[in-house]
């Protein structure tokens, strides 16, 4: 299992587990694929700011995530 912080920004998360851009982008959040919003907005967003800008249910990509073997740090 692998042990991710939601407060980890998304480039930093996706660039160690490209598998977590799929399902953020499974989810709603269809601006991961572009490289250059990953690079910019990327290095400062995290899986709950984007959840809540995209309104997407943070539970939901936290449960997706646990499917896939994540832990998530509290």
Do not use: C, H, W
């Not at 709603?28 to 694929?33: E, N, R």
């Not at 449960?63 to 073997?69: E, P, Y």
Request: hydrophobic share 40%; charged share 25%.
């Amino acid at each position: 299992m692998k042990e991710i912080d939601l407060n980890t920004s998304v480039y930093d998360l996706v660039t160690t587990y490209p598998e977590i851009g799929q399902v953020l982008y499974d989810m709603g959040l269809k601006d991961i694929k572009n490289p250059a919003v990953l690079n910019t907005m990327g290095r400062y967003m995290t899986i709950p700011k984007g959840a809540k800008m995209k309104k997407v249910e943070l539970k939901t990509i936290v449960i997706q995530l646990n499917k896939m073997g994540f832990i998530i740090k509290e």
